[in-house]
C-alpha cells in the first residue's frame, strides 16, 4: 500500500480532527490529515468527530466496545466486519495502532497534546459542589498573584508560603494578605520566554518550598530553586550561554528577611546545563525521620540513566544535607550518593505516606504516561527507555535502548498510568477533621485537564478514583493546614489565585489546630 493511500485509509478510519497534529507523526507525515479527512470522512463522523447520519460518533458518547487504550487499540486493530468496519492490523504497525487509539482517546477526554489549558476562563464554581462524600465549596483566599506560581506551603500559624517562579518568596497570611517578598532569598531571573502551545521557558527560578517537621523548634524552611551562572564551566563558554542546575538551601524568615542560609545540596558546575528549568522537576519533602527527598527532572535526557548524573533522579539527604549511610547507591564507586531513584522523565509531586510510611511521586509521560509512582530504594522508573505514553510525533519510546543492557521486566511500573495525559501536578495525603472519609486518600491536581482527583491506593493498588472538580483551572500545588481544610495553588495567565475547599454544611473551621 502506498502512502498516500494509507493516509487516506487512516482518516476513512478514524475521521479525526485535523488540528490535532503540529508535527509530523510516525504516520507518515500526517500534516496532509485535515485535507484528506475532509475529503473522505466529514460527510460521515462529522468534522470533529460528532457524527452525521451516515456514521456514528467517536466523541460525546460511550463507545460500545470501551474506550480505554487497549479497547480503542485493539478496535482499530481487528475491526467489526460484521458491522462494515475492516481489521487493520495487517495494514498498521502495533505502535501505528496504538498511536490510532491514543489520538482517539485524546479527542474524546479533551486533552490534546498539543494544547496546555493556559488561558481558558477562570471562574470559580458559584454553587456548592456535590462529590460522592461530601457538598463542598470553594473560595477565593487571595488572588492577582503572579502568572507563574509554584509552590504553597502551611505554617503552624494558619499562614502560608508561596513561591512564585520568577519573582521570590512570600507569606499569604489567614485572611489572604500578601506580604512584601521575603528579601535575601536566591536569585531568580524573570527572562523567560514563551515557547510552543504559550509555555514559559527559562533558567534561574525559584521552585518548591517545604517546611522542616520540627519547624516549630528549629524554624528551618528548605528552598528549591534552579541555580543560573554565566562563564561557570566549560559548556556555557563553549556556547556563550548561560547554564543552571537546581539547588537546595534551608534558611529561616525573620522581620520580612531570609537568614541563616545553609546550601544542602548543590550539584558540581560540571552537571551545569543549557536546557530550561521548565523540566527541572523541582519538588521537596521529608519523611517522619527527618530525611529530605527532592526531586530533578530530565534536564539531560542522556544522563537519565546513568548514575554519575542527577538528572532523572529522586534524591535522599539527612535534613542537614550529609549522605545517609544506607542510600541505595552509597557503597557505588561512581553513582552519586545521594541518589534514591533514576529513570524520571519530569517530576511533578513527591510526598511522604504517614500510613504506609512509603515514598510517592507523581511525573508527566511525554504523550500519554503521566503516572503515579511508589518511588522504591535504587529502582528504575524507565525513561528514556519505556513509557506507557508515546513520543509527540505517535513513536515509540525508546531512547538509548537499544544500546542499554536494561528490559522492561527491570522497570517499575507505575501504579496509576494516565493516558491520555491530564497533565498530572503536585498532590497530598489528605489528614484533617474536615474530610475525614478522605483520610490518607490522595488529592491530585492536574495541570491541562484541570482537575483536582481524589485517588484511593491500597497494599499499592489503585481501588479508586474521583474527580472532585472539574475544569476548574491549572492547578500547580495542593496543600492542607492542620484543620483539613484543602488549599489550591491555581495557575493562570490573567493571575494566579490560591483557593479553599471547605465543607459546604460543616461548622466554620479553624486554620489552625490547637
Known sequence: MGNQARLRALAVLLCLSP????????LGGLRT????????????????????????????????HGDSMAELTDSVGKGFPESGMPAWEKVFSEQELKSMALWISENRDGLLYSEFN???????????IETEKYTITVETLV???????YSIAALPDGSLLLTEKMRGLRIISPEGEKSEFVTGTPDVFDAGRKGGGGLFYGQGWLLDVAVHPDYKANGWIYLHHTDRCEDCNVLSREVDRSVSMNRIVRGRIRDGAWVDEEVIWQADLEHYGVSSDVASGGRTTFDPEGYVFFSIGMRNRDAIQNLAFPDGKIHRLHD?????????FASHASALKSIWSYGHRSPQGLKFAPKTRELWGTEHGPR????INLLKPGRNYGWPLFSKGQNYDGSEVAHGRMESEVELSDIEQPVVDWTPSPAVSS???????????????MLVGTLKAADLVRVRIIDGKLVQQETIIADLSRIRDVEIDRAGVIYLLLEHEGGSKIVKI??????????TAQ
Open 19 to 26: 488540528s490535532v497534529f503540529a508535527q509530523d507523526s510516525v
Open 33 to 64: 490529515v485535515e485535507k484528506v479527512f475532509q475529503e473522505n470522512c466529514a460527510v460521515c463522523h462529522g468534522e470533529r468527530m460528532q457524527g452525521s447520519a451516515q456514521g456514528t460518533p467517536l466523541v460525546g458518547l460511550d463507545l460500545m
Open 118 to 128: 493556559l488561558n481558558s476562563d477562570l471562574m470559580l464554581p458559584t454553587e456548592p
Open 143 to 149: 488572588d492577582e498573584l503572579d502568572p507563574l506560581p
Open 320 to 328: 542537614d544535607g550529609k549522605i545517609p549511610a544506607d542510600n541505595p
Open 368 to 371: 500519554g504516561g503521566d503516572e
Open 427 to 441: 498532590f497530598v495525603f489528605y489528614a484533617g477533621d474536615a474530610f475525614p472519609a478522605w483520610q490518607d486518600d
Open 502 to 511: 471547605r465543607p459546604a454544611a460543616a461548622p466554620d473551621l479553624a486554620t
